[in-house]
């Protein structure tokens, strides 16, 4: 049995191996060459494949089971002490009772397996807005990932000390092995009903079992850096976040940081790295999914990616919608669940690339384009260092974090949202994040089409706490500092539609112009009309030029339909009931003030 310097992890560890029952402990030391052992260690197994050097160095493919594909909400538990602090969107289970089943699970589930221990960094070693984790594990396909997602090993431990504190993160894919048994296939409890990914939030710790996959495995990132985070945020007056970073320069070379929330599905690691559509802007990536945002001696908020790799949906990255990404992706990979092509290359549907006449499915089949299913998963995944993004800035692990000027909140909506409204102030801001969310389609609760799930700042799947203490800490950071050096709040909104059911914004690349935009009304530069929603761009503040939009279509973007408001207020009135008594009353009184000014 390893001997570590940290007391507390020392025994921790110890008390996971004797319920666990591994038949190895083996603590990651995070170097390249354990990398490569574990890659090799599945790849053996028959449960990995290189690609095709020649098209891909350093990339391999993986096939999960097709009951272990996505994150399983339903099964995402918060099991504070006391059910009303789950508030009404988690699902809450007694943490004592929870422990107890649990561990019945856990008891003897690495039999025939090697426990790893992962001691890892949220954000850079040594900065003090990182923090620290340990992950066990029973799979090498997480350490892999860890490896690319956070920063593991030895220098993490240093970092930790003797008497450092850590956020224990246990995961097991819950099935043990009997002796001389081997995986024959990616190893997970097929049964969804039987897995379970838990917060124990007073205790900062996470338990998950029976999946392999993602955020239900990959403990750093949604468990850890927004759920367990989120409440150590709340409790020490800091904020961790479903948001991208980027970087923007303008023609004049000053540089803005800007935070973005959107839900799953909005192009978010799209735009993180997008490519401005006209000359002298340059946009460059600081993170594409998590911000932690912490107050600095000047009283800003500044910003790190507590992250270290993106995983990103796969399928619909292209030349098109994302450029950069495919430059990326292109050597030092991980994919899972793609289509792997005769030649040893990986293919997927929205690539832009014709697809070959005969590949292997992400289930392992035969596929020709007459399938008539698709060859990757519609969550297929890429995991691939934030070190090879083609733009990346150059400050992107500065321990010190970057300012934040403005924060983007945003969702997929049709009707009603402008294309873009800038916040009147803080209070007004946070309304706008707590109203943001998607048009639910027929991919998520069939008789719910086309009504909106409210997901304030994209936190919906990702909350530790309730979700109404959570507007409340957003309402009180704004209290900790003068107005003016917050970050100003905008609710943009890319997926406007005309009669015709179409889009009238071109999107992607082109969103860089409603940054512009935003950088001009930052720099003083740029006009707006108050209106009773808030600040809207003038009919021309918005750089137009080279695409095919003129004032018709941008009145469309920028119109206020009275009607839809009215009906959207009361869509938000029923939401908000759903706080009870922990509705903010400033948030209450923002939804007052918007009904009054538009009657
Ligand atoms: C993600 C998500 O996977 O937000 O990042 O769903
Ligand atoms: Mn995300």
Not at 392 to 410: H, M, R, Y
């Amino acid at each position: 049995m390893i001997s570590i310097s940290n007391k507390k992890l020392d025994a921790w560890i110890k008390e996971v191996a004797d319920m666990c029952q591994p038949d190895e402990v083996y603590l990651c030391d995070g170097t390249k060459e354990e990398y490569q052992k574990m890659l090799d260690i599945m790849v053996e197994a028959g449960l990995g494949t290189p690609l095709n050097p020649e098209k891909r160095p350093g990339c391999y493919l993986f096939r999960s089971h097709p009951s272990d594909v996505a994150r399983a909400e339903k099964r995402t538990f918060i099991a504070s002490k006391n059910k009303e602090d789950a508030g009404p969107t988690n699902n809450w289970i007694d943490p004592d009772e929870l422990k107890k089943s649990m561990t019945e699970l856990y008891t003897g589930c690495m039999k025939g397996r090697t426990m790893y221990v992962i001691p890892f960094s949220m954000g850079p070693i040594g900065s003090p807005i990182s923090k620290i984790g340990v992950e066990i594990t029973d799979s090498p396909y997480v350490v892999f990932n860890m490896y690319i997602m956070t920063r593991i090993g030895t220098a993490v431990l240093g970092a930790l000390g003797e008497d450092g504190e850590f956020v224990k993160c246990l995961h097991s894919v819950g099935q043990p092995l009997g002796p001389g048994e081997v995986d024959k296939e990616w190893p997970c409890i097929p049964n969804v009903d039987e897995k379970y990914i838990s917060h124990f939030p007073e205790e900062r710790m996470i338990w998950s079992i029976g999946s392999g996959y993602g955020g239900n495995a990959l403990l750093g990132k949604k468990c850890f850096a927004l759920r367990i985070a989120g409440v150590q945020a709340r409790d020490e007056g800091w904020l961790a976040e479903h948001m991208l970073i980027l970087k923007l320069t303008n023609p004049k070379g000053e540089s803005y940081y800007v935070c973005g929330a959107f839900p799953s599905a909005c192009g978010k690691t799209n735009l993180a790295m997008l490519q401005p559509s006209f000359p002298g802007w340059k946009v460059e990536t600081i993170g594409d999914d998590i911000a932690w945002m912490k107050f600095g001696e000047d009283g800003r908020l500044y910003a790190i990616n507590p992250e270290s790799g993106f995983f990103g949906v796969v399928p619909g990255t292209s030349m098109q919608s994302n450029p950069n990404a495919m430059t990326q992706i292109q050597k030092n990979t991980i994919f899972t669940n793609v289509g792997l092509t005769d030649d040893g290359d990986v293919w997927w549907e929205g690539s832009g690339i014709p697809a070959p006449d005969h590949l292997i499915d992400w289930k392992g089949n035969d596929w020709t384009p007459d399938s008539g299913t698709p060859a990757a998963h519609a969550n297929a995944r890429f995991t691939t260092p934030a070190a090879q993004c083609p733009v990346i800035a150059p400050e992107w692990e500065d321990p010190a974090g970057v300012p934040i000027s403005a924060i983007l909140v945003g969702g997929r909506r049709k009707t009603t949202i402008p294309l873009v409204n800038e916040s009147v102030d803080w209070n007004h801001g946070i309304f706008l994040g707590s109203i943001m969310g998607s048009e639910i389609t027929t991919a998520d609760i069939t008789d719910k089409v086309g009504q909106v799930r409210r997901d304030p700042f994209a936190m919906l799947p990702f909350m530790g706490y309730h979700m109404g203490d959570y507007l409340q800490h957003w309402l009180d950071i704004g209290k900790k500092t003068d107005a003016c050096k917050l970050p100003r709040i905008y609710f943009v909104n890319w997926f406007r539609k005309n009669e015709e059911g179409k889009f009238i914004w071109p999107g992607y690349g082109e969103n860089s112009r409603v940054l512009k935009w935003i950088v001009d009304r930052l720099s003083g530069d740029a006009e707006v009309v108050n209106t009773p929603i808030g600040n809207l761009p003038t009919l021309d503040g918005i750089d137009l030029n080279g695409i095919n939009i003129g004032e018709a279509e941008m009145t469309e973007l920028l119109k206020i339909d009275k009607e839809a408001w009215l009906a959207e207020i009361e869509s938000i009135k029923e939401n908000y009931k759903s706080y009870g008594d922990r509705l903010p009353k400033e948030l209450a009184e923002e939804l007052a003030k918007l009904e009054a000014k538009l009657a």
